[in-house]
């Protein structure tokens, strides 16, 4: 969605001075209707965070910024949420809160329970003001965000390929060939975002064909580079659905 907004974005730009002002004044309209939908805000909610936050008012800037963050988050390290836990105080202390106040106890458990969503508003709540005047802005701003809490950006992309190459091996072990060939391209793509993991190059990264409403498959890339191109959706799914149906037994055998 975010990468959505950002084209569009950019595209406006180049339009004409007067067709710009009302394409410009239309996308914000949508923009509006799509993230105040109330049926939605489970989808919105990072965004409304962090411009109430910052005080933003660009619905694309802020729609941006927010991407960003929540990728960020996204691939944080399991290992990153005990360093904030030694930490959480910070947390209390900031919004002048006792120890066992309620939401510092919720706060706490919920690093406990590595939620990122809870993760995402802590280095929200703790970027300095004006972060989102720019890309270097914000990067800084992120990065004094989680030395707060005893991280920084370059602990947590070190943290990060760690764990992906410990799940490369485990997932390349797999008997199922629908798995090893996600992994591989799990992998690859991971090694692209990793040097920047707030930027998204889309046309470089490995995906498979994707089914539209009328069910015609959409190539995204069909450079050699892209070793998902030649994915077979449908032999593909019968692997992966056996995995999911072994998963659920598994489950129910375990309650």
Do not use: W
Not at 48 to 75: C, E, F, P, V
Not at 84 to 112: F, T, W
Not at 128 to 138: C, D, Q, S, T, V
Not at 151 to 174: D, I, P, W, Y
Request: some cysteine; glycine content about 6%.
């Amino acid at each position: 969605m975010e990468r959505e907004i950002h084209c569009r974005a950019m595209l406006l730009r180049r339009l004409p001075l007067d067709e710009r002002l009302v394409e410009h004044k239309l996308a914000g309209e949508e923009l509006l209707d799509y993230f105040y939908n109330p049926h939605l805000t489970e989808y919105s909610v990072c965004f409304h965070l962090l411009g109430i936050l910052q005080g933003g008012t660009d619905l694309a800037t802020i729609s941006i910024y927010t991407g960003m963050l929540a990728r960020l988050m996204l691939n944080v390290p399991e290992i990153a949420f005990a360093t904030v836990l030694k930490n959480i105080r910070q947390y209390s202390d900031r919004l002048n809160l006792p120890k066992n106040h309620p939401s510092a106890l919720r706060m706490e458990r919920a690093m406990k329970m590595h939620d990122r969503g809870a993760l995402f508003y802590l280095i929200s709540l703790f970027l300095p003001k004006n972060a989102l005047n720019g890309a270097p802005i914000f990067l800084k701003g992120v990065d004094a965000s989680l030395k707060t809490f005893g991280l920084s950006l370059e602990k947590l992309r070190r943290g990060a390929c760690t764990e992906m190459e410990a799940l490369a091996v485990a997932l390349g072990k797999s008997d199922n060939p629908a798995i090893r060939a996600l992994s591989k391209a799990g992998h690859h793509n991971f090694n692209i975002l990793s040097p920047n993991p707030l930027s998204y190059p889309l046309e470089e990264l490995a995906l498979p064909p994707a089914l539209l409403g009328d069910l015609t498959p959409y190539y995204f890339s069909q450079r050699e580079e892209n070793i998902l191109r030649d994915y077979s959706l449908d032999d593909n799914y019968e692997n992966l659905i056996q995995a999911q149906i072994r998963a659920e037994n598994f489950s129910e055998a375990c309650r």
